[in-house]
């Protein structure tokens, strides 16, 4: 590109950090506006696939992920009685390949120390949609921000920006399963690079991924997850909790002693998700990232991947194109396919871990763990867990 643009980031999630970092780089002018109070993380622990830390390496932040993360080698998942239901080796897809287990607050850490703007950003501010000339931004006060040659909407899965604009949506719905989630201390768990879940039917599903360290705090954490119906988690109370506990204990005795530390309601977050597939995520002079433009159910595990792979394919088109439409058509052209297979997995696996069809939990379990040892099969779902999945006909 050409000249110094001017561009708008709206959000400073994972997807909005990168795109800053990156397109600061190449010099252009940044505003980035972010509607909390303060600038900080949100959301669970997560999974850093290979290709998302493929992207950090490129920035030079790689080794500082690695201190903060925990390396994980293998994802396993089994039902109530025992039988294998997902068995995944990072290592049977590459040596030396693997996942980082990272908190959201240390991955924040990482990209907000990486940006030497930080302390420029625009907090407090809600941008509620984009004006009519297309090139301007108005907040929940009436404020108008601008002119920009480029906004990136990176506000998150419940993207304002997009819902200002519904004729781009071709589909958005809210998954009636959610979870609760916490941190709780790793101890002396015996599972330090594993993700490890345990499944009761399609209605309860229990997680714990080493995560690492938590900022501000000694010691190794654990992301502990809960899967529940989505109008049950505003309603959360100590019944709950007790309920939750009763349920943890029969489901993974195993890992009912970590759990002590969660005493109140209130230790616990709740998570919604939805499923958005734009028309275009691109028009204008705005493109969408992350989970503005593609919001799904974290059963792939890939939201923060795909936040990265998003800016860094933006920063490398506006870096190859003199125009800005010619960069936003480049980066539409090279991140459709990979997505659409993931938008599309990730609403057919849902209802295999998430949802009330118990039929489908016998499928499941009765399938998925013969399939993972099938060597075609297994070569997939590796592809698929590390990231690097493309159409079939590519």
């Known amino acids: 590109m050409q000249g110094r643009l001017r561009i708008a980031i709206v959000g400073y999630g994972t997807a909005g950090q990168a795109a800053a970092l990156m397109l600061h780089a190449q010099g252009h002018a940044l505003t980035v506006f972010e509607q909390a109070p303060a600038l900080g993380p949100v959301g669970a622990g997560f999974l850093l696939q290979p290709t998302g830390l493929g992207v950090l390496a490129r920035w030079g932040l790689h080794e500082a992920a690695l201190e903060?993360?925990?390396?994980?080698?293998?994802?396993?998942?089994?039902?109530?009685?025992?039988?294998t239901v997902m068995d995944m080796r990072y290592a049977n897809h590459a040596e030396h390949c693997f996942g980082l287990g990272m908190t959201r607050g240390s991955l924040f850490t990482v990209l907000r120390d990486a940006y030497p703007d930080a302390s420029a950003i625009t907090t407090h501010t809600r941008i509620e949609r984009i004006a009519d000339d297309g090139r301007c931004l108005i907040d929940s006060q009436g404020g108008?921000?601008?002119?920009?040659?480029?906004?990136?909407?990176?506000?998150?899965?419940?993207?304002?920006?997009?819902?200002?604009?519904?004729?781009?949506?071709?589909?958005?719905?809210?998954?009636?399963?959610?979870?609760?989630?916490?941190?709780?201390?790793?101890?002396d768990w015996p599972y330090p690079d594993q993700l490890r879940q345990r499944y009761a039917g399609t209605r309860e599903m229990i997680g714990l991924l080493p995560v690492g360290r938590q900022v501000g705090r000694k010691g190794r954490w654990l992301t502990f997850y809960f899967s529940t119906l989505?109008?049950?988690?505003?309603?959360?109370?100590?019944?709950?909790?007790?309920r939750m506990h009763e349920r943890a204990a029969a489901i993974w005795p195993e890992a009912a002693a970590l759990l002590a530390t969660i005493q109140s309601p209130q230790q616990m977050n709740r998570a919604r998700y939805r499923d958005v597939v734009m028309r275009k995520p691109a028009f204008g002079s705005v493109v969408f990232l992350g989970d503005a433009a593609h919001a799904m159910s974290p059963q792939l595990g890939q939201g923060v991947n795909m936040a990265l792979l998003d800016a860094q394919a933006l920063a490398d088109a506006l870096a190859a194109c003199n125009e800005v439409a010619d960069a936003l058509h480049m980066y539409q052209r090279h991140r459709?396919?990979?997505?659409?297979?993931y938008q599309r997995l990730s609403r057919w696996l849902t209802p295999l871990f998430q949802s009330e069809r118990d039929r489908l939990a016998r499928i499941r379990d009765l399938g998925f763990g013969p399939l993972g040892r099938m060597p075609l099969?297994?070569?997939?779902?590796?592809?698929?867990?590390?990231?690097?999945?493309?159409?079939?006909w590519r």
Not at 164 to 181: Q, S, T
Request: proline share 3%; glycine share 12%.
């Open 230 to 242: 989505g109008d049950q988690l505003d309603a959360f109370d100590a019944q709950g909790l007790a």
């Open 144 to 187: 108008r921000y601008g002119p920009f040659d480029l906004i990136i909407a990176a506000d998150g899965a419940h993207s304002c920006l997009r819902r200002a604009a519904p004729a781009l949506v071709r589909r958005e719905a809210m998954y009636r399963w959610g979870a609760l989630w916490c941190l709780v201390p790793a101890g």
């Open 336 to 341: 459709r396919a990979h997505l659409a297979v």
């Open 68 to 83: 903060h993360g925990q390396r994980i080698d293998r994802l396993h998942g089994c039902n109530q009685r025992g039988r």
């Open 377 to 392: 099969a297994s070569g997939q779902m590796l592809k698929i867990l590390t990231g690097t999945k493309q159409a079939w």
